[in-house]
């Protein structure tokens, strides 16, 4: 690669070296992917640089994430392909270039940031590429998020070869299966492989022939006598069907058999749920701090996963009542919501519930109020101890699989797995890292009120201590060919003064998997399903949106005849609704075309205990003041009723109008999801999930937030085109709920975690997958460097508010 660049800058050093000034013309530092670029088209409009419009180094311009300027040399990023980095030095006066490591570019930044390492001084490196060493990798970019077929595939073809005494594990797998003092799958009855091999041939000779509906209830006894135990399924045809797979595998294993052999093993009966941040509830809960769509995914999830497991259950021919048990925060002063009760039941569910656990102060006493999740690290490992105890006593048991929820939940997850010996699977959910631009680099600057020191060391321990990572995007994991995934972001950054990781997550590990989740369709169904509306609670929607003067209300529609274009988030930052009122405000021919709907968070500041929030409140208003909206737009407080939810949806679909998803970055957009399957066309942020969920000019459209001129222009032409050609709306709506109904299903996507739990259950149990060494090496950097800081964050035992934080973060 070096030589090619050289050659490059050497062909074309007059307009190279006329480039790299112009950079050196901004006076800044640090260049990002978008700076690179647009400074190099603008020079491709000049005379001087019209030469490279087509040339090799508008690739290379296109391919460097970032860029630190000291003096005349430039230290470049190159992303080439997906997840694969280069690091080079270009020193512009001699124009020459040298290719480096990454802490040399690491140690580039940290100079940004203040902190000036002396060549040889000691700097505690993150390097965890000594513990891959044999350990299976993915190398197509194409492939990421799909590791459980690789690792299959990968570790069938070398566990199962004869010198590796896989088939010796595999019957020992199936001998430790029981669930609640029963027995499953084998007995004592066999005692090795080649017994098992003619065990199976007379179980399926014994069961050759009879009634295919027949259960255990009738071959029970000789299947005992030969070894066998329930499990194997509830009928006879099943039962055969499963041993037919299982010979199969012993005598000549496939990674397809293999999946759909552990698709059947009675392996998943008790699932700990772990989201420890926010108010977690079943209603009136969402819209308050750090409450969201994380509470309605995990909800939805739970009652898709009980359905699964009660449905395996039943194949599987055994009467076992399947527990889920979502692990949450106890919030003494809960606001009116049911956070403050120790139990509670799941509603849709059958025996689901959730369990709360107390925060616990420094003295061991309770924490009564609502703590930010980002004050929440001091009380996460007291808390994993606790609830442990209780959700063991709860299920009578230690669970099977455990569920980590955003950062501090799957940093508790990881705590728990390892000291329970379970299988552990991590989700996101959003990432901070990559919300806040160069929070890493300026951490320090954050530190009071961010807190990123620990939110970043806690996601790189659990991100490599997890069994497995489920994302809804691809993007989630690797970006796209011009940005950079949020778990991509670990694969090498730097804290200065703290730590630099020079190799930390890497996307083509095959524990990512990309599941996406759904909307619940017994809420958000199509807005022509009229038999299935509810009149009253329509009506009632009605009169929020036209009803006039409210106290959580602000602007009336002057014109109730044009279409709603309409949003519905919290009121943080990154979710950009004060940009969304600002690009309308600022855009006539939209305010011409269609009123502005938005529904989320408070309107008074004085009732919000977020700091962040009361900041995007009093901005709203002052947008609303500037731009006089009070008759083209309507600003309504958060609704937390789904059923509201869903038929707000609905009564915005009745208008002919679309939903807008602004955020400046949203992991996966599960109001895109909700507002799709109620068949609204949607303009999504091409920042994160909605890329993926949205086919841009087909079910939706795709705008960039930091373009907000841009993206009202497009909707201007949208609903100039459903003007013109009425049956365009129609086309985009129906496209939309196609969409959603092909690739966004929670039963789809309950089957397929319970299939990753049973595989990456097996390899974890027959293989070194859970990779003990690096399991050992976190431990350390667990207590010697998250312990110090986590200890070090100031507990307040109570939530941040405005007098809490900065002048600048309040700005």
Request: charged share 25%.
């Amino acid at each position: 690669m070096i030589e090619d660049v050289q050659a490059l800058l050497t062909r074309h050093r007059p307009e190279a070296y006329l480039l790299f000034r112009r950079y050196r013309a901004l006076e800044r530092s640090l260049l990002s992917w978008s700076d690179l670029t647009y400074e190099f088209d603008q020079f491709c409009e000049t005379e001087a640089g019209q030469n490279l419009a087509d040339s090799a180094l508008r690739s290379l311009i296109r391919s460097t994430q970032e860029a630190v300027v000291h003096g005349p040399s430039f230290y470049l990023a190159v992303r080439r392909r997906v997840a694969k980095w280069r690091y080079l030095l270009v020193h512009v006066e001699d124009m020459v270039c040298r290719e480096i490591s990454v802490a040399e570019f690491l140690a580039s930044k940290e100079r940004l940031a203040g902190h000036v390492v002396q060549e040889g001084s000691w700097v505690l490196e993150v390097d965890l590429r000594p513990f891959e060493r044999g350990f299976p990798r993915l190398s197509e970019s194409r492939s990421i998020g799909q590791g459980v077929r690789f690792l299959n595939r990968h570790l069938s073809a070398l566990v199962f070869a004869r010198s590796q005494g896989g088939m010796e594990r595999l019957f020992d797998f199936l001998r430790m299966h029981h669930v609640r003092g029963q027995q499953l799958m084998l007995n004592g009855g066999v005692s090795d492989v080649q017994g098992l091999q003619a065990a199976l041939r007379e179980a399926r000779d014994l069961l050759e022939g009879n009634d295919a509906e027949q259960g255990w209830e009738m071959h029970g006894a000789r299947l005992r006598a030969l070894g066998f135990e329930p499990g194997w399924g509830r009928s006879s045809e099943r039962i055969r069907e499963t041993m037919a797979l299982l010979s199969d595998i012993l005598e000549a294993p496939s990674p397809n058999n293999l999946e759909a052999f552990l698709a059947r093993v009675p392996m998943i009966f008790s699932i700990a749920i772990i989201s420890p941040h926010g108010y977690f509830g079943q209603s009136g809960v969402l819209g308050k701090p750090d409450t969201g769509g994380q509470v309605v995914y995990i909800l939805d999830q739970v009652r898709a996963l009980e359905r699964a497991m009660r449905m395996s259950i039943h194949e599987q021919g055994l009467d076992v009542e399947p527990q889920i048990v979502v692990v949450s925060r106890l919030i003494p002063e809960s606001s009116g919501t049911t956070c403050d009760l120790p139990r509670e039941p799941l509603m849709g569910t059958e025996h689901a519930r959730i369990l709360r656990v107390p925060f616990r102060d420094e003295d061991g006493e309770v924490l009564h109020e609502w703590v930010s999740r980002f004050d929440i690290w001091p009380y996460l490992e007291d808390f994993a101890l606790e609830a442990e105890g209780h959700l063991i006593t709860e299920l009578g048991e230690k669970p099977d699989f455990i569920i980590g929820n955003y950062s501090d939940g799957n940093l508790v997850a990881s705590l728990m797995a390892q000291r329970l010996g379970v299988t552990q699977c991590n989700i996101a959910h959003a990432l901070e890292k990559t919300k806040y631009v160069n929070s890493d680099l300026y951490w320090a600057e954050h530190e009071e009120d961010h807190h990123f020191s620990c939110q970043f060391t806690a996601d790189l321990i659990s991100m490599n201590t997890a069994d497995f990572i489920i994302t809804s995007t691809y993007q989630e994991i690797a970006g796209t060919d011009e940005s950079v995934g949020q778990y991509e972001s670990y694969q090498s950054f730097t804290m200065p003064g703290l730590f630099r990781v020079t190799s930390g997550v890497d996307a083509f590990d095959p524990k990512f998997n990309i599941v996406a989740p759904g909307a619940d369709a017994e809420v958000f169904f199509p807005f022509s399903r009229t038999e299935r509306r509810m009149p009253d609670v329509g009506q009632e929607i009605r009169t929020l949106v036209y009803g006039g003067l409210q106290p959580d209300a602000r602007g009336e529609l002057a014109d109730p005849d044009k279409p709603l274009l309409f949003a519905m988030s919290r009121l943080d930052a990154i979710k950009n609704m004060a940009g969304l009122l600002d690009w309308y405000g600022r855009t006539p021919e939209l305010r011409e075309l269609a009123n502005l709907l938005l529904v989320g968070g408070e309107l008074d500041p004085g009732r919000s205990t977020d700091a962040e929030e009361c900041a995007q409140i009093e901005q709203m208003h002052h947008l609303f003041d500037i731009h006089g909206l009070d008759g083209e737009a309507r600003w309504v407080r958060m609704q937390t009723d789904k059923n509201r939810v869903g038929e707000l949806y609905r009564v915005v679909a009745d208008t002919r109008g679309a939903f807008v998803q602004p955020a400046l970055f949203e992991g996966f957009g599960l109001t895109v999801v909700e507002a799709m399957s109620s068949g609204l066309p949607v303009f999504g942020t091409r920042y994160g999930g909605p890329q993926e969920v949205v086919v841009n000019g087909k079910s939706g459209f795709h705008i960039d937030p930091h373009h907000g001129d841009d993206a009202a222009r497009l909707m201007v032409g949208f609903f100039l085109a459903c003007r013109e050609k009425p049956t365009h709306w129609d086309e985009i709506s129906r496209a939309a709920m196609a969409r959603v109904q092909e690739s966004y299903s929670w039963d789809l996507y309950a089957t397929r975690l319970m299939a990753l739990s049973r595989i990456y259950g097996f390899w974890r149990y027959i293989t070194n997958i859970e990779r003990e060494e690096t399991r050992r090496y976190l431990d350390m950097f667990y207590g010697l460097v998250f312990r110090p800081l986590a200890r070090g964050v100031r507990a307040p035992g109570r939530g941040r508010g405005p007098e809490d934080t900065s002048e600048e973060e309040r700005a």
